[in-house]
């Protein structure tokens, strides 16, 4: 079984993957200061919760864009397991051909999702990935990344209104029955999540229109893209585990 570990800025994930079949996902958070000791205690008790044999585990990858938490993680990782676990980065065979001005400034976890999505779905797919930040990727027909769009995350946003503001209040991130709120909470609300859908839409067709493509898959990922995805019929899929499955892929190219 393969140990998946993709480390964002506000949660790490980490799944256990047996040959497509998710045996195991769960997540911490990010930004806790934590020792190998503590990542260790961590991935051993979800291992116990799910019923997981440590010595099942036969290895591992970890995409990561914090590299101050790596050396801890990856040495709470080989106590668990007894593994190195494989990083994604300069080298690592992914099946995407990073054509960006400055390839350095690829983040790993984009790289994955087009891995996946290019490996599932074909080229000409847009992987819009609704985490800390808002990312929108073009995997063209040849496995090409050229192009990338990157706004603040809902999150983002978000703290911005309660925290920057004297009385804007803490909010749930729901969508609302209606963009015509008259209280203070749906109309923050409203302005959130349907402001975050008209730019969806906007950059999905504006993309379309500047790169000249009638036919472009859009897939949705990351935490809150159920709520855009179910939002707008311009994403046909959501898929939440898309970065999972992108690691997967990587790793066993890479061990071939």
Known sequence: MLLAVDVGNTNTNFAVIDNGE?????????????TSDEFSAAIKEQLWINQLAVDKIDGCIVASVVPAIM?????GIIKVTGIRPM??????????????????????????????????????????????????????????FRY????PGIRISA????ND????????????????????????????????????????????????????????TGGLGSIIANATDMIDEYDRRLTMKGLEIIYKKNCK
């Open 71 to 75: 050396h801890s993680l990856i040495n």
């Open 22 to 34: 998710f045996k195991a996902f769960f997540a911490i958070t990010t930004k806790l200061p934590r």
């Open 148 to 151: 990338g769009i990157t706004a």
């Open 87 to 144: 990083e994604v980065g300069a080298g690592t065979k992914t099946g995407i051909k990073v054509r960006l001005a400055n390839t350095k400034e690829a983040g790993a976890d984009r790289i994955v999702d087009l891995a996946a999505a290019y490996h599932i779905y074909g080229g000409n797919t847009m992987v819009i990935d609704y985490g800390t930040a808002t990312t929108y990727d073009l995997v063209e027909e040849d496995g090409s």
């Open 159 to 162: 703290n911005a209104l309660w």
């Open 165 to 220: 503001t004297a009385k804007l209040p803490e909010i749930e991130l729901k969508l609302p029955e209606t963009i015509l709120a008259n209280d203070t909470v749906t109309s923050m609300q409203a302005g959130l999540l349907y402001g975050c859908i008209g730019q969806t839409e906007y950059i999905i067709r504006k993309v379309k229109e500047e790169a000249g493509l009638k036919e472009m898959k859009v897939v949705a």
